[in-house]
């Protein structure tokens, strides 16, 4: 039966897209100078990055914690002789040996003191600073991009999932696919569909994209049952439109609030994610070399460990970096210590830089998107600072 949100969902990209026809024919980005890829995944929830690196060498850690992020000796594993990767996500191991994984670990958006994980999410996926105000805000940093990248089409970019996605929100063309859609539909009923909105040109162009959507073969996307099934089919997807024409796609993954019990409510979460990047490289084939895949969340945690076995909403935390076009096995930038002289406002992580100015990076070493694009228009008011190096 047709699904009514996909349709909605398609309706409102294409009324927002209208406004960007220009874009709509201009050259086609399978003949723009890059063939490179980017994955970004938005972790809703405010992931501990204490818990995923544990920087088990800051002697501080084992006094602010006392039944997680204890690093091997709670079953970690050492990645430099100071952080270790949470024993859940033991499945990325061998990228991080191969030099296909790394992470930032002490890093945030500008987003201060209110711990919101509705602003913190806004603020992350529209990429501005402290001086605009969220609410006025309506489009995100991956759509400003599409408006700065030559050869920029409708397929361009993907955003997949459940979730609304900001980062992608915009004037820029744009797609949008949910791994639930249930779309059966004969042709015959498809003419019908078309013919009956075929006065409305809102709602023709959003029947004729839902269908056009339906009909690429995301029916075959049948993933096994278990707890990481939903990751798998977004990164399935993702993975199936980035072989094609399509060079940006990004999704979320939610349940990484971890106010109690943290080594019970992240473990689903880390295995999904570890799923998700495992799928992304064997679904991508010769493509994974030429992939670059952002994993974000909105702020870090408390780095004391609250009484429920938990932590609260922080401040600095962590990006992972993966792909088979990464330069990783190292902890990239710098750590500012869990001394108490080094805790922002005297409980959390201090971020020591921008986690945009490391999206900044990638994109302008990915696509050519110059600088000044990138601190004016993708990211506007931000100081990119010296280039981490985050490729190969």
């Known amino acids: 039966m047709f699904n009514r949100r996909l349709f909605l969902k398609s309706s409102a990209l294409i009324g927002c897209s209208a406004a960007a026809h220009p874009l709509l024919s201009s050259i086609a980005f399978a003949t723009a100078p890059s063939e490179n890829r980017l994955v970004v995944i938005i972790l809703r929830g405010a992931m501990d990055g204490l818990d995923v690196f544990q920087p088990y060498g800051d002697p501080e850690l084992h006094k602010l914690r006392k039944t997680i992020s204890l690093g091997?000796?709670?079953?970690?594993?050492?990645?430099?002789?100071?952080?270790?990767?949470?024993?859940?996500?033991?499945?990325?191991?061998?990228?991080?040996?191969?030099?296909?994984?790394?992470?930032?670990?002490?890093?945030?958006?500008?987003?201060?003191?209110?711990?919101?994980?509705?602003?913190?999410?806004?603020?992350?996926?529209?990429?501005?600073?402290?001086d605009m105000d969220l609410a006025s805000q309506s489009d995100g940093w991956l759509n400003r991009l599409l408006h700065n990248m030559p050869g920029a089409q409708s397929e361009t970019a993907y955003s997949v999932g459940t979730e609304q996605m900001r980062i992608l929100a915009g004037t820029a063309p744009a797609r949008s696919w949910s791994p639930k859609i249930d779309l059966q539909l004969s042709?015959?009923?498809?003419?019908?569909?078309?013919?009956?909105?075929?006065?409305?040109?809102?709602?023709?162009?959003?029947?004729?994209?839902?269908?056009?959507?339906?009909?690429?073969?995301?029916?075959?996307i049948r993933e096994e049952r278990g707890p990481t099934r939903d990751a798998r089919a977004l990164a399935s997807f993702a993975a199936s439109r980035l072989n094609g024409e399509t060079r940006i796609a990004t999704f979320s993954l939610t349940g990484w609030d971890s106010h109690a019990r943290q080594s019970t409510i992240l473990k689903p979460s880390l295995l999904g994610l570890a799923d998700a990047i495992l799928t992304l490289r064997e679904g991508l084939g010769r493509n994974w070399s030429k992939t670059t895949i952002l994993a974000m969340t909105e702020f870090g945690r408390t780095v004391r460990e609250n009484g429920s076995g938990g932590t609260d909403h922080g401040t600095g935390g962590a990006m992972l970096v993966a792909g088979g076009a990464v330069r990783g096995k190292r902890a990239m930038g710098n750590w500012p210590g869990l001394g108490e002289k080094n805790l922002y406002a005297g409980r959390d992580l201090t971020p020591v830089a921008d986690i945009r100015a490391y999206a900044a990076w990638a994109l302008r070493d990915l696509f050519g998107t110059s600088r000044n694009v990138l601190e004016t228009a993708v990211f506007p008011g931000l100081d990119m600072g010296a280039n981490p190096r985050i490729l190969a």
């Open 72 to 130: 091997p000796d709670q079953g970690a594993y050492d990645l430099d002789g100071f952080f270790a990767l949470h024993p859940t996500l033991s499945p990325l191991m061998p990228l991080w040996n191969a030099g296909e994984l790394g992470f930032v670990p002490a890093v945030s958006t500008p987003y201060r003191n209110k711990r919101s994980h509705f602003d913190g999410q806004d603020m992350l996926e529209a990429g501005t600073g402290t």
């Open 187 to 220: 042709p015959q009923a498809q003419m019908l569909l078309l013919h009956a909105y075929h006065d409305d040109p809102l709602f023709r162009e959003g029947s004729e994209e839902a269908l056009e959507i339906a009909n690429q073969g995301l029916d075959k």
